[in-house]
């Protein structure tokens, strides 16, 4: 049991060590060292603390990722854009170069195609964020079910050294003779 119980504790150490080594080089590429956490302005007290990982992954993601993306084309989503963008691209292949609609044509595209790849990278980070926050979840769900595996451990094996200890000691033995009174 304790072998499972260091696997789990082992697991858990891995993934918090992943996602601080994260943190720590996101606050690097910071210019003011401000980390990702540090910059939501959501009123936990615990943000930014290195006990607290999780929190913050979620609220980034969900909160100012997904609010940002819900701006960035009239809240379309990537594949609405990437098909509006398919649809104009097809349109102008039909349409002559020499068209006064061609060069208004070109621009809306290249508003259509940038739209998309920002909606791309950022649906793909929130996506990365919010699985990050989800393994972080689970490491924690996991640390505490191996504590209490290591407190179950102890208990058993406390019972066991009950047991031998109680088992080793012989109770006194009450010699009778057969016919000799017994005082009650």
Same mark, same amino acid.
């Given at each position: ?9 082992? @697991? ?58 819900? @701006?960035?084309? @009239? @809240? ?109």
């Amino acid at each position: 049991m304790s072998d499972a119980t260091d696997r789990c504790s082992l @697991g858990v150490r891995i993934s918090q060590q992943l996602i601080r080594a994260s943190q720590e080089a996101q606050e690097k590429r910071n210019e003011q060292g401000n980390s990702v956490a540090n910059r939501l302005s959501t009123g936990d007290a615990r943000r930014g603390s290195r006990g607290s990982l999780g929190l913050p992954l979620l609220l980034y993601a969900a909160d100012f990722i997904g609010k940002h993306l819900q @701006g960035v084309a @009239g @809240g379309k989503t990537y594949s609405q854009v990437s098909s509006a963008a398919i649809a104009l691209s097809s349109q102008i292949a039909s349409t002559p170069k020499t068209a006064p609609s061609y060069a208004t044509l070109q621009s809306q595209l290249a508003t259509l195609n940038g739209q998309k790849a920002t909606l791309f990278q950022g649906e793909m980070l929130r996506g990365t964020l919010l699985n990050a926050w989800g393994w972080w979840t689970l490491g924690v769900y996991t640390t505490y079910a191996g504590i209490g595996l290591l407190v179950a451990a102890l208990g058993v094996l406390g019972a066991l050294v009950f047991e031998l200890v109680a088992a080793g000691r012989r109770p006194e033995s009450i010699k009778v003779k057969v016919g000799q009174r017994i005082a009650a």
